[in-house]
């Protein structure tokens, strides 16, 4: 969370916490061992002359240290570590090796949730290797056409009827086949190419979304939501990308949902906001993702020009199963409706979800029992049918 200490309190700030962070590792340790600060918030130490036994120890002390907050001026602040650990032999084993094993490990840490602690193991360094032939072909991807975008429809929970959908891009890997984004997704999010991605799904969407309109498949209230990753929200030129977009579709800024996740708000919190400003004043809406699961909800969401929140599916799961589940749902409802905002439920599967949904006051859900991701001319076509039934809810599973 280093990034967070300097977007929040200032880089000042930042560096008074790297400071004391070294003398912190530095205290734990003899004088046989050696502490190391690589750049940025990555450190390293080499305990020398220990066993595997000895290296969880280093660990673990390592761990418990950091849960002590850092005092940084009148501030007080609580970070946690990720460590990867490694061990070798000295007598064949390549420095550049260890240290590269130990990274490796440390970034599996961060993927599997932070403040812990992961050993090395060969496969996670073939993961790696994986992960960098993957975002290497997504480049060459993109510009020979091999990505395509499903469509999942989102339903009013009253009569079941298809008001958006949510743009979902999909990989036609000549070798793997039909990739979900889970596969590349996580992968590109790490590196520049998911700026790129993001511009094609824009583009994509925009383009399909205009088709729909001219061959008069949807009405002028139809609306498709485009996730757009953190690192794009912070890229200076996201909001020429939509303008772009929507001008080279010739389609209305309405027609658009900007989706972030909660997570995206939290990141350099002045720019987010500037950056969410401008693209309202384009004329798009705003919808935040996975609201609840993470970070001060109550603390951003009412200071952010959005006008959709989607209640994720871990709340969905419990709404008709507990008290407790219900209720969550029902706070998060009226949070929205209170700030002027339209809730979206998110994962709906079974039919008394959606039940339980409806008598909370959530009009609008997506999910499985509705319809799973859709090729265009499937969308087309579900669309041209509840128009034409307007069946009820979970009448039909398509």
């Known amino acids: 969370d280093f990034k967070m200490v300097n977007d929040s309190l200032g880089h000042g700030a930042g560096d008074e916490l790297l400071v004391a962070v070294a003398a912190r590792l530095s205290a734990l340790h003899g004088p046989e061992d050696t502490v190391a600060r690589f750049g940025g918030d990555e450190f390293a130490i080499l305990v020398a002359d220990h066993g595997p036994a000895d290296l969880d120890q280093v660990a673990e002390r390592v761990m418990v240290s950091f849960r002590q907050p850092f005092v940084l001026g009148t501030d007080e602040v609580t970070v946690h570590a990720s460590i990867g650990l490694a061990l070798g032999q000295a007598e064949t084993d390549d420095a550049g090796d260890l240290i590269r094993n130990a990274d490796v490990a440390m970034y599996v840490a961060k993927r599997n949730g932070k403040d812990r602690c992961e050993v090395f193991e060969a496969s996670m360094y073939e993961a790696a290797r994986r992960r960098l032939e993957v975002a290497g072909e997504l480049h060459g991807a993109i510009g020979r056409g091999e990505l ?11 009569n079941g009827r298809i008001v958006g959908a949510e743009a979902l891009v999909r990989w036609q890997h000549p070798e793997r086949g039909f990739l979900p984004p889970s596969e590349f997704i996580p992968i590109a999010e790490t590196r520049a190419v998911i700026i790129t991605l993001g511009r094609w799904v824009l583009n994509a969407a925009c383009r399909q979304v205009a088709a729909w309109r001219r061959e008069g498949i949807v009405d002028p209230e139809f609306y498709v939501t485009v996730n757009l990753s953190a690192r794009h ?166």
């Open 148 to 158: 395509v975008l499903h469509y999942q429809p989102v339903v009013e929970l009253h």
């Open 233 to 398: 929200v912070q890229d200076p030129g996201v909001v020429d990308d939509v303008v772009s977009a929507l001008r080279d579709a010739d389609l209305p800024a309405s027609a658009i949902v900007i989706e972030v996740t909660e997570s995206t708000l939290i990141h350099d919190l002045e720019r987010t906001r500037i950056t969410l400003a401008e693209l309202k004043r384009v004329g798009v809406r705003l919808a935040v993702d996975d609201f609840g699961t993470g970070y001060s909800s109550l603390s951003y969401l009412g200071s952010f020009p959005v006008d959709l929140v989607k209640i994720d599916k871990s709340f969905v799961d419990h709404v008709a199963k507990t008290p407790s589940g219900a209720a969550l749902v029902r706070a998060v409802v009226e949070l929205a409706h209170g700030l002027g905002l339209k809730a979206v439920a998110e994962g709906v599967e079974e039919r008394d979800q959606a039940v339980a949904l409806e008598g909370l006051g959530c009009t609008l859900a997506q999910g499985y029992l509705f319809a799973r991701p859709l090729p265009a001319e499937g969308l087309a076509a579900a669309v041209a049918a509840d128009h034409a039934v307007n069946a009820p809810v979970g009448a039909a599973h398509r």
